[in-house]
């Protein structure tokens, strides 16, 4: 995504509004416009890794993540597994987000450093943000297991290597 074409529309409205108030604004606004820029960048990509998180949010397990490319942002988007699909065709367990749980909402989480440097590694692993990493990680443990029952094979079952 091109970022110039915003941060130009920015500058022209800049301009016409320094226009308005006269030689002095003007001059003033032509001074301020270039440092400007980078400060209009840093805010609009803010702007977009805010969107992606809660986008990430209601796609969960599927994710946006915002890298950048240079100076302009690229969106990287992993869908969630197909319905059908196993466990073993993914790289990440499927995952079950009620998608009525509302807007999101904010924890505060302060795990020993030793595993926050193993949940920064692991995100980091996946291509995911922390955040992400963790929704995940929670959805995926309060998902349903089956019990052992269904683990055990049905009366009469053979396991085993047989001759």
């Known amino acids: 995504m091109q970022l110039d074409e915003y941060v130009d529309r920015l500058r022209t409205e800049f301009a016409s509004a320094a226009d308005a108030a006269g030689d002095d ?33 209601e796609l969960a397990p599927g994710s946006v993540h915002v890298r950048l490319r240079g100076r302009d942002p690229d969106f990287v988007v992993t869908p969630a597994p197909a319905p059908g699909s196993s466990a073993a065709d993914e790289p990440t367990a499927p995952v079950v987000v009620d998608p009525d749980a509302g807007p999101s909402a904010r ?12 949940i920064e590694e692991a995100a980091q692993r996946e291509g995911l943000s922390v955040n992400t990493w963790l929704v995940r990680a929670a959805s995926a443990a309060l998902e349903p297991r089956p019990s052992r029952d269904e683990h055990r094979p049905h009366a009469g079952a053979r396991a085993g290597w047989f001759g």
């Open 25 to 57: 604004a003007r001059v003033v606004a032509e001074r301020l416009v270039v440092p400007l820029e980078s400060a209009v960048r840093l805010t609009l990509l803010e702007a977009l890794a805010g969107a992606a998180d809660e986008i990430t949010l």
């Open 107 to 118: 924890v505060n989480f302060r795990p020993p450093e030793s595993l926050k440097t193993r």
